[in-house]
């Protein structure tokens, strides 16, 4: 149990332009300067912003992630690829390993049997997860052959599927020439 604690001060002045105001109980991030009045033998950590922190911190960056990718216009309908009729050549980014690999075997077997699979192995959790599927993608399109590009994986904790959140693999996907579906976790998932 802790036996200390250093007081916290936000100055009325300020108040307007913290990022948001902490509910009791909930952990933040705060960003100040260590003030010390020596008479009073007090120290105070002087707040100029509270972030929320752990999962509060995450939804915060990627929702600034998002806006900030969305006024560049990176989600705009009018920049989709349409999805041809009758592709000829699929090219499917996942692990080996996932579900979705066998599952998006067995449905396009099933709807569209003859139609040339081409299978990009690709790490779909982890740190490395990003570069591992941008190179996929590059490898898709310097391939040439497939007419439409399927990158999925099955559900998972958040933190299974914050690859996904990477910027530069959004933009990788963004600029992709070839059109590409996505299956990313299950439907209460967002990423």
């Known amino acids: 149990e802790a036996t200390a604690a250093i007081g916290c001060v936000v100055w009325r002045g300020q108040v307007d332009r913290l990022a948001s105001l902490p509910e009791p109980g909930q952990q933040v991030i705060a960003l100040g300067e260590l003030q ?3 008479k009073r033998g007090e120290l105070k ?3 100029w912003q509270l972030l ?3 999962a509060g911190l995450q939804a915060l960056r990627m929702q600034q992630l998002h806006d900030r990718l969305a006024a560049e216009g990176l989600f705009d309908p009018d920049r989709r690829r349409p999805l041809p009729a ?5 090219a499917v980014i996942t692990s080996p390993r996932a579900a979705a690999w066998g599952d998006i075997q067995r449905t ?7 139609l040339r699979v081409l299978f990009v192995p690709a790490l779909v ?3 490395r997860a990003p570069i591992s599927l941008m190179r996929a993608i590059a490898q898709v399109v310097v391939d040439g052959r497939a007419d439409l590009l399927i990158l999925a994986r099955g559900g998972g904790a958040t933190e299974d599927l914050s690859c996904f959140n990477d910027e530069q693999l959004v933009r990788t996907l963004a600029d992709c020439p070839i059109p590409v579906i996505t299956g990313i976790g299950h439907q209460r998932d967002q990423s």
């Open 86 to 90: 009758f592709p000829q050549t699929v």
């Open 36 to 38: 010390l009045w020596p």
């Open 108 to 114: 396009l077997l099933q709807r569209h049997p003859g």
């Open 45 to 47: 950590l002087v707040t």
């Open 125 to 127: 959790q982890g740190d």
């Open 52 to 54: 929320p922190a752990g």
